[in-house]
């Protein structure tokens, strides 16, 4: 079946810089050093990134994170608390709108 | 005959692998293994019988008297199922600087084996205990039900005995393979956080870990086709090749010798059957280490120890 997400369209990422190499150049330059070893390690960078992966609902990067977290040594139990604290800020930012939504309420209610 | 992918590689890179100098004897002591890990190469298990006869312990022993190796390395299958272990081991003590026991952990825990321990202590025994994982669940997807467990009691006995504890002189490595289809970790930060967790949750000191990929034969290369992982696994593998990781290949330096007797260049050659020289060389006819220089023969399975870092 034909869908707009193709798995093997992941390994053309590089191929985005054909019309623009300079910017995706500076890209992916930015992007190597970013998940370098650093204050951080590796291992914790790419469960970083698996958890932002799935806020921001990108299959390509679920894919390669899921991947990248197993080949860095992380686990199924690490990499599902990853999930959990992505879960919990994006839940908890909708709810603590409900600060507005009250202040609104009660600002019109007797 | 056709080449295999491994050897047209290369050639691509105008390479060869040949032999450097030998300083190890690898000794397969058998397939018999108290667990069926899922990863195993040699398709070990507790129905397998193969375990090296009297017969080929005695020219071990004479091989090692003979032929004076750095170091000696037991492996199997689970080492601690032969049942004539105690004497190799003795035979073979005072014949290598250095004598290393490859444990599944497990099998070092059977009530056979209550007395090896500390008869490797005596014997300044070397350990290289396999733990794949800091965790239960990893651990035992690889390795079966209870693994975790017993190896984590097995690893805390080792150290009460001075295992893996500073100053002791008793060697304790790990080596942790990848739970799946997938490449391993880098070295130095696993070990770091291996020695961070086994000492704050479970109180147990190592010297070194040691990450490998998995080698796409035995059991491990029929969960891979049963899966559906073998071919993405294996342009993984052939994509990290890395062709500075030859001079440093484990077959290079070692020797293996099977439950038979006939000689290998390396484990995994063993476990594909690709034996050493052109006809079967049996370990009472080797009077010498091979020559540096000879050929050393390869399969595609060779892909996995010149992926990335390596398996040296």
Known sequence: MQTYYDPSDLKKFGEIGKDAPELADKFFDYYGSVFADGALSEREKTLIALAVAHA????????????????????????????????????????????????????LSL | MTMSRFAQRLSDHGLELTRGVTTTLQVNVGLACDLTCRHCHLGAGPWQTELMTSAVIEDVI????????????????????????????????????????????????????????????????????????????????????????????????????GYGLAGSGLELDLVSNPVGAFLPPGQAATEKRFRQELARRHDISFNRLFTFANVPLGRYLEWLESSGNLSVYRE??????????????????????????????????????LQHGRAPLNISELHEVPSEGTPIPVGDHCFACTAGSGFT
């Open chain 2, 236 to 273: 993984k593998l052939e994509s990290c090749f890395n062709p500075s990781t030859l001079p440093g290949l484990m077959c290079r330096s070692l020797i293996s010798v099977n439950w038979l007797g006939i000689i290998h260049d390396c484990d995994f050659n063993l476990a594909a059957g």
């Open chain 2, 62 to 161: 004479a091989c090692a008297a003979r032929i004076p190796f750095a170091c000696i390395d037991i492996t199997g299958g689970a080492p601690e199922l032969l049942p004539e272990l105690p004497y190799l081991l003795s035979g073979l003590a005072e014949r290598a600087p250095k004598l290393i026991v490859r444990s599944n952990l497990t099998a070092l825990s059977l009530p056979g084996s209550a007395a090896l321990p500390e008869l490797y202590r005596d014997l300044k025994v070397s350990v290289v205990a396999s733990l794949p994982a800091v965790n239960a669940s990893q651990t035992e997807s690889q390795r079966g039900s209870g693994a975790w467990d017993t190896a984590i009691r097995t690893l805390q006995k080792l150290n009460v005995l």
């Open chain 1, 56 to 107: 921001v609902q990108c299959p390509y990067c679920i894919d390669a994170y899921t991947v990248a977290c197993l080949e860095k040594g992380s686990n199924l139990e690490e990499m599902t608390e990853a999930l959990h604290v992505v879960t919990a800020i994006r839940g908890g930012a909708s709810l603590v709108h409900g600060v507005q939504m009250r202040k609104v309420a009660e600002k």
